[in-house]
């Protein structure tokens, strides 16, 4: 069995692989653990503060010192970063924000962490453009949870019939999240984020979302490579 180990971004994505990534890559005898990076270590009350990233500097010691921590073979690290508000001082940020084309801009930046990290049992994945991406695979399932916004949800699902979820652009007010903190002020991206994910499933938001497929199906062929 493979063992993998995901860092996400913050504890929105944290929750969505333990509550749907967890238990489908089981499935695929790959055993999964995640955590979320630590943004601060505060010495006084010897207290780590996890989630976001401030900085590349402290996702590549976290990546490295995991990937020093266990050689074997079978063990690989992945991540579950936001491409929006990615810090600048990511590898391959300046070529690969002069691209155009999303798609292209991903390759860039996980081609250069790949080759920054150096390391063949390191899967760089980078989420276009955030987490909330995945969930306009079928906005309608936000009535899930929130039910008395149906003409707010009714906008958020005309505009994914319009738009690929992974290519909702990245502004500050038009990301995937601010679009729906928007429609819906009471959204909580922490809990609902991945209850809401859930109720789309794995197979509606693979068939909308090609770069996350992309990484999904590297996963679940994981044990394949070990053997």
Not at 27 to 34: D, L, M, R, T
Not at 62 to 87: A, H, K, Q, S
Not at 161 to 185: C, F, H, Y
Request: hydrophobic share 35%.
């Amino acid at each position: 069995m493979t063992r993998l180990h995901i860092f996400a971004e913050g504890q929105t994505e944290k929750r969505f692989v333990e509550e749907l990534l967890v238990n489908h890559l089981f499935v695929f005898e790959v055993y999964v653990q995640v955590s979320t990076f630590t943004t601060k270590f505060d010495k006084q009350k010897g207290k780590k503060h996890k989630g976001g990233i401030g900085n590349y500097e402290k996702v590549r010691r976290e990546i490295n010192n995991l990937l020093r921590e266990n050689t074997r073979e079978c063990f690989r690290v992945t991540t579950m970063i936001d491409l929006y508000g990615i810090p600048t001082d990511f590898p391959g940020h300046r070529e690969a924000f002069l691209k155009k084309d999303a798609y292209e801009k991903v390759d860039a930046l996980e081609n250069a962490l790949a080759a920054d990290i150096e390391c063949s049992r390191f899967i760089p994945y980078v989420q276009l453009h955030e987490f909330e991406a995945l969930l306009f695979s079928d906005p309608n399932k936000l009535k899930h949870l929130y039910f008395d916004n149906d003409r707010q949800i009714g906008d958020l699902v005309a505009l994914s019939e319009k738009v690929n979820p992974e290519l909702i652009n990245d502004g500050p007010q038009t990301s995937p999240s601010k679009r729906i903190m928007a429609a819906i002020s009471s959204y909580d991206k922490c809990f609902a984020g991945s209850s809401v994910a859930g109720a789309i499933g794995l197979n509606k938001i693979r068939n909308k979302c090609k770069h996350f497929d992309e990484w999904l199906c590297k996963l679940e062929n994981l044990n394949k490579d070990v053997l």
